[in-house]
């Protein structure tokens, strides 16, 4: 037979918040121990202001008339009222443990924050103090227990009695000396670095700790006057940086050139005007950035992390000392001291930010491991109660009685371990797909990387092959319209090439001559692309232009030595005279070898100016050859 069943679902239990701390104002332990006592009770009458009755082992006088609350009120019970309230007062040891075990019933019902209940989800918050004698230490915990198939995300709440206690002027909260207050802890010098230190590597610290780095500083220009050279000589033993200093605080007593004296106000005598100021010069001076908001974020973050501002001076001692690198405008996120996070922050986004990392550092002790040193929390401190009462002149019956009590609280122990467990199996398996993803997104990104760098070569050759062309286009461009312009008569070939060329090129008197005396074939177009040519080569030997744009201009024109044997034997032949100095034309050049197409362009070039004299055209000198 088929039957229809609701499916019963394995537990899962976590830990969402977490506080641990000592009483630290000078009040006796006894009067602390009792006001703790009683500020949790006030918190949990509140709790319950809507139930019609308030049960007598919760009634007690309010924490500011502790001295009416004496030892005999205190004593150990077991309420079920729709939520289960259990406490155990350990009188032998001072220790005193209550907690209060709810189902969800959701938020704001009814509000536009409401969030509704979820299906299977309870709450235990647990308050213990352990009295010691010269203080109180306390401990408070809130456990999460829900379906384990459960994903809904569960809010990290901080019990309203961990601020109550921490305000009250005879109690307050310190750790390793650190007041829990909402204040955030400064290092600004090494003493402040000395308190930091113990707190930060002691044992039983477990609070996550947010760094926030101080910020650095922004180069602006200011506008900052100059004396002109006049006035510098004018004035005998003047200081330009004091001056500019007194200018500074007063620059309405100076007379800044351009800017005439108020006509009410008499002229002073020349040799004690004010010096004039020729110029304003720029000059960069650093600006404080804004520092992040790190008070606000202490004061929101109470009792749930430890705030700590970093001058920027002390950045080189918390290397140091904490082996932790920080930089000005970062924030760095530690939780049992191993960094978590590292953020960023300037003045575009520190409003969001401060209300991220509120939030985050809030939600770091949910599933987070903590110690809470000699604290009991009620299932333990039940034990030690029973164990304790083991060892009394008691009958057999009690006897037996408190061993099935015990084995019975050592039962539920083992149930929350496992309910512990199974949260611990999900986190694992979760962990694995997460580091599973984590692996492949990583695959991705490397994937992702390299074809990114190949796309960027071939970008990048492209874009060199495109940039290449444009200039070859362009080249094109500019030599087709001087093209345009050459000279098509030879006597008109010198006074174009004076009118050009003249920054890189001299004509010698031979040259015109020959010019003039030339009454061959000779194609003009050809023997202005060399000139045109020797102009370029005269930019490349003074580098002005690459080998490879010289390349262009070349258009099959050679560039080369006169032999040596031509220069001794025609020695008078490659000789130019140009203003009263003479040249040698050692180097020539050549276009084909045809009379009808064969040009020569005869060269040297002067060291002193870097520019091309040119000796003789447009045909051949004399060769050593020739003569004999």
């Known amino acids: 037979m088929a039957y229809m069943t609701t499916t019963l679902q394995p537990v899962k239990s976590y830990p969402t918040y977490q506080f641990h701390a000592f009483t630290a104002k000078n009040t006796d332990s006894w009067t ?32 500011e008339n502790y001295e009416e609350f004496t030892e005999d009120m205190l004593g150990s019970f077991s309420l079920n009222m729709g939520v289960t309230i259990d406490c155990t007062y350990i009188r032998n040891t001072g220790v005193w443990s ?61 019990p309203s009695v961990v601020k109550a206690l921490a305000d009250n002027p005879k109690i307050g909260f310190v750790k390793e000396g650190f007041p829990i207050n909402g204040k955030p802890m400064t290092i600004k010098n090494s003493s402040d670095m000395k308190n930091l230190e113990r707190l930060f590597c002691s044992d039983d610290f477990c609070m996550p700790t947010a760094f926030v780095a101080d910020s650095g500083y922004e180069e602006k220009n200011v506008d900052i006057p100059v004396l002109s050279e006049k006035d510098k000589l004018s004035v005998t033993g003047f200081s330009r940086s004091a ?45 404080k950035l804004p520092v992040f908001d790190y008070e606000y974020l202490a004061s929101r973050t109470m009792g749930f ?34 960094e978590t996070d590292r953020k960023k922050y300037n003045a575009g986004n520190m409003k969001k930010l401060k209300f991220t990392l509120r939030d985050e550092l809030r939600n770091m002790l949910k599933r987070s491991s903590f110690t809470f040193g000699n604290v009991l929390f009620y299932s333990d401190a039940r034990l030690a109660d029973l164990r304790e009462k083991r060892h009394e002149n008691i009958s057999l019956e009690d006897r037996i009685n408190i061993y099935i009590q015990e084995n019975s609280e050592l039962k539920r122990q083992i149930r929350e371990l496992g309910q512990q467990n199974t949260d611990l199996q999900i986190n694992v398996k979760n962990t694995r797909q997460l580091e599973k993803q984590i692996k492949n997104l990583s695959d991705e990104n490397e994937a992702l990387k390299i074809y ?12 060199s092959a495109y940039r290449k062309s444009a200039e070859d286009i362009d080249f094109y461009r500019k030599k087709a319209a001087a093209a ?7 006597e008109d070939v010198c006074d174009w090439i004076r009118k050009n060329f003249s920054d890189n090129i001299i004509l010698a008197p031979r040259a015109e001559t020959g010019m003039k005396k030339y009454s061959s074939a000779l194609d003009m177009s050809v023997l202005c692309d060399g000139i045109y040519y020797l102009n370029a080569y005269a930019d490349y030997r003074l580098d002005r232009i690459s080998s490879r744009q010289l390349e262009m201009y070349a258009n099959n024109w050679e560039v080369g030595w006169c032999g040596k044997e031509t ?13 009263g100095k003479q040249y040698l034309l050692d180097l020539h050049l050549k276009r084909g070898v045809s009379s009808h197409v064969l040009v020569r362009i005869y060269f040297c070039r002067d060291d002193e100016t ?6 003789y055209m447009p045909d051949h000198l004399p060769t050593a050859s020739q003569t004999t």
């Open 32 to 63: 602390s121990f009792r006001i703790c006592i009683l500020e949790t009770l006030r918190w949990i009458r509140l709790r319950l202001s809507k139930f019609a009755d308030i049960p007598k082992e919760l009634t007690a006088p309010e924490p």
């Open 98 to 158: 209550f907690k209060i075990s709810e189902q969800d019933t959701g938020e704001n019902i009814g509000t536009e924050k409401e969030r509704l209940p979820v299906n299977g989800r309870g709450f235990s918050t647990e308050i213990s103090f352990f009295m010691h004698e010269d203080c109180v230490e306390a401990g408070i915990r809130t456990t999460c227990s829900e379906p384990f198939d459960c994903d809904i995300n569960c809010a990290v709440f901080r």
């Open 243 to 287: 001056f500019i200093g007194d200018m500074r605080a007063d620059i309405s007593k100076l007379n800044i050139e351009g800017i005439s004296p108020k006509k009410d106000e008499k002229e002073p005598h020349e040799k004690n005007k004010a010096p004039s100021f020729a110029i304003a010069e720029k000059s960069k001076a650093p600006e």
């Open 305 to 338: 992390a430890v705030v700590c501002f970093v001058d920027e001076k002390c950045f080189g001692l918390m290397k140091k000392k904490l082996g932790i690198d920080i930089g000005a405008g970062e924030i760095v996120i530690f939780s049992q001291r191993t």
């Open 452 to 463: 990114i760098r190949n796309s960027a070569e071939k970008f990048k050759e492209r874009e």
């Open 484 to 490: 345009a312009y050459f000279p098509t008569r030879k």
């Open 567 to 579: 220069l001794k034997i025609c020695r008078d032949d490659y000789t130019v005279t140009v203003g």
């Open 610 to 615: 870097g520019k091309i004299i040119i000796g």
